[in-house]
């Protein structure tokens, strides 16, 4: 199982940017998809961006952060970013890293992951 701890939230206005981390270890970094999702408070969790395994090499965003949102992986620091930008009110939630062995490229659904973070809270202001 993989261990994940999240990094980079906080409190930014319409219109700016944070960058958020997820550093990983416990198994071969290169060997896991990784997938970002958001949940509002009070609301279900929802994919926003996810890595495809390494030799892959894609990434998949949805719809609603397509264009302002850009994943980046290092793996020599085992370590996933999730560049957001343009950032709006609808964006606040808590924000959680996740990671599975079991996919090449990453799922959609929060179910099909095995390991997560402890999530960190973007709060974007109006």
């Known amino acids: 199982q993989v261990h994940l701890v999240e990094s980079g939230g906080g409190l930014v206005q319409t219109g700016g940017s944070l960058r958020l981390c997820c550093a990983a270890?416990?198994?071969?970094?290169?060997?896991?998809?990784m997938g970002w999702f958001r949940q509002p408070t009070g609301k279900e969790r929802e994919f926003v961006a996810g890595?495809?395994?390494?030799?892959?090499?894609?990434?998949d965003y949805a719809d609603s952060v397509k264009g302002r949102f850009a994943l980046s992986r290092d793996n020599a620091k085992e370590t996933v970013y999730l560049q957001m930008n343009s950032l709006k009110p609808e964006d606040t939630a808590a924000y959680f890293c996740?990671?599975?062995?079991?996919?090449?490229?990453?799922?959609?659904?929060?179910?099909?992951?095995?390991?997560w973070g402890q999530g960190t809270q973007v709060t974007v202001s109006s």
């Open positions: 890595f495809s395994r390494s030799d892959i090499g894609r990434a």
């Open positions: 996740a990671s599975t062995d079991k996919y090449a490229f990453p799922p959609r659904a929060s179910a099909l992951y095995d390991s």
């Open positions: 270890s416990g198994r071969p970094f290169m060997d896991v998809a």
